[in-house]
């Protein structure tokens, strides 16, 4: 019997294994998942399990936070004694974290055949710990399954074997399709006493955004602002909650009236949240997505996005984030709010099917 290995690591990564895994429940190939442990709070790592209904890992690397070489390393070390014991025929990474690259790496130095999904994204931005994982990744896979048009484009750029790259939707709208009807059970709104469409919900964890004092300081300014007219709900990642400790601005975050800083929230309450609010404001990635998907209005606080399809027929407004700008594109949003044109070709939630049909019709026929 075949057997596949799939990795998740961080916080990201889980929904988008989720769909593979109940794909491939009862299948002819045998699927193991390995979980590096890149992130370990249970807001980041185990309340997905339960929410995305992902089993158990059937390892757990317990490798932790580190710098990126620290970690990256450590992933390697420790998947590989995975891979001698198993020896897989095929690894499955998903997105760009270290545990991507790391497990990829590992996967190919080692002879096994190695699948990315999400493959082809591009910030063009090499400032981005995760563009680097994207080329470094995509630059050693064997196959490649594509979420948009332009990671189609950029593969081919990078001159990838178009025989073994395909477009099959994104897996993670697979688990937000699959979460929606669970959604309407999550107790949020009244939890933290708020009203459909009228609050902001915000994430911030870019070391970009979080890892400087003068960026920090901005964005106190910013909530100061959204304050006066609006609610926001602030769930905040172990990085920016350190940071703002470290930077001495904590209290001054907690004195803004309509503030609401939580943990980390689970998927179900976050995506309840996400659906019934104004607009979002996120430096995330796959919020980008998620709000297209929803047809959320979406301010996002980067200079580049790998995720164009988002502006193109989304709700996604690219902010470089200075106050001014920030300012000027709430109100705009206020106003004008955008509106969704289309989902994007292949969101419907059946992406994860297509990659199993996909392996079994193309990559492991014969193994
Ligand atoms: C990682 C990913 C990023 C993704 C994000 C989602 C990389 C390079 N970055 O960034 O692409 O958008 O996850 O959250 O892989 N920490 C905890 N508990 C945890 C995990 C981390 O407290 O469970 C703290 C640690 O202090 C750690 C810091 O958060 O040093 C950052 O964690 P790390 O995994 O290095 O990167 P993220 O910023 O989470």
Redesign the pocket.
């Known amino acids: 019997m075949s057997k596949i290995i799939s990795v998740v690591?961080?916080?990201?990564n889980f929904m988008k294994v989720a769909p593979i895994a109940r794909a491939l429940t009862n299948h002819i190939y045998e699927h193991l998942i390995v979980h590096t442990g890149?992130?370990?709070?249970y807001?980041?790592?185990d309340s997905f399990f339960v929410d995305l209904e992902l089993p158990k890992p059937d390892y757990f690397l317990g490798v932790?936070?580190?710098s990126?070489s620290e970690?990256t390393a450590k992933i390697m070390v420790e998947f590989e004694k995975i891979l001698i014991k198993e020896q897989p025929n095929l690894v499955i990474v998903v997105?760009?974290?270290?545990?991507?690259i790391a497990c990829g790496l590992t996967s190919v130095k080692m002879g096994i055949k190695l699948a990315h999904i999400e493959a082809g994204l591009r910030s063009f931005d090499k400032s981005?710990?995760?563009e680097v994982?994207r080329i470094a990744t995509d630059s050693i896979a064997d196959y490649f399954f594509v979420t948009e048009e332009s990671g189609l484009i950029n593969l081919k750029k990078m001159g990838a074997d178009e025989n073994n790259t395909f477009f099959v939707g994104n897996t993670m709208i697979d688990s937000l399709i699959f979460a929606l009807p669970k959604i309407v059970q999550s107790k949020i709104l009244e939890r933290l006493n708020l009203t459909k469409k009228n609050f902001v919900l915000t994430t911030l964890?870019?070391?970009s955004n979080v890892d400087n004092y003068e960026k920090l300081s901005m964005f106190l300014d910013i909530f100061n602002y959204i304050s006066q007219f609006a609610k926001i709900v602030l769930p905040i990642?172990?990085?920016t909650?350190?940071n703002l400790i470290e930077f001495g601005l904590i209290e001054k975050f907690e004195q803004i009236s309509n503030l609401i800083i939580t943990e980390?929230l689970s998927y179900l309450d976050f995506i309840r949240l996400m659906q019934d609010s104004k607009f979002v404001m996120t430096d995330?990635?796959?919020i980008q997505e998620e709000s297209t998907f929803l047809d959320v209005p979406c301010l996002t606080l980067r200079n580049s996005t790998e995720r164009p399809i988002t502006i193109e027929l989304g709700t996604n407004l690219l902010i470089n984030p200075e106050y001014t700008n920030i300012v000027k594109s709430i109100s705009s949003v206020l106003e004008n709010p955008t509106k969704r044109i289309s989902i994007p070709p292949l969101w419907d939630g059946h992406s994860a099917e297509r990659i199993v049909n996909i392996i079994q019709e193309k990559i492991l026929k014969f193994t």
């Open positions: 690591g961080a916080r990201p890149q992130h370990y709070d807001n980041l790592s932790g936070s580190g990126h970690q997105g760009d974290v270290n545990s991507t981005m710990p995760e994982n964890h870019r070391p990642h172990p990085r909650r350190k980390p995330s990635g796959g």
